[in-house]
Nanobody, 126 residues
Framework: QVQLVESGGGLVQPGGSLRLSCAAS????????IGWFRQAPGKEREGVSC????????YYADSVKGRFSISRHNAKNTVYLQMNSLKAEDTAVYYC???????????????????WGQGTQVTVSS
């Protein structure tokens, strides 16, 4: 079965950390660009971060730069999103998605991604 599964979400206090995982089954992530998106209640889905398959380059939304870090572990067929110094405004459902063409100017555009996971809820609250 071909699927992407996000995990690692949960409830965390402001200032805390979470590590999200995006695991693939039925296909390999090695040659794919992987993006993380999030959607807060009442808001549009937005790009959070992306890691390129070609050169390992990483991209981040301004709102998370310096706090979030994306990485990949090809042997585990998994991409991670380390989230530190979490804020209430980071509360959202987080999704990972695959692309074969993400670039520095387009990585945050949903239509550049072909296959999506079901999402994991992240809630930042005291």
């Amino acid at each position: 079965q071909v699927q992407l599964v996000e995990s690692g979400g949960g409830l965390v206090q402001p200032g805390g950390s979470l590590r999200l995982s995006c695991a693939a089954s039925g296909f390999t992530l090695d040659n794919l660009d992987i993006g993380w998106f999030r959607q807060a209640p009442g808001k549009e889905r937005e790009g959070v971060s992306c890691i390129s398959s070609s050169d390992g380059g990483t991209y981040y939304a301004d709102s998370v730069k310096g706090r979030f870090s994306i990485s990949r572990h090809n042997a585990k067929n998994t991409v991670y999103l380390q989230m530190n110094s979490l804020k209430a405004e980071d509360t959202a459902v987080y999704y990972c998605a695959t692309s074969i063409r993400a670039q520095s100017t387009t990585w945050s555009m949903e239509h550049e991604y072909d296959f999506w996971g079901q999402g994991t809820q992240v809630t930042v609250s005291s």
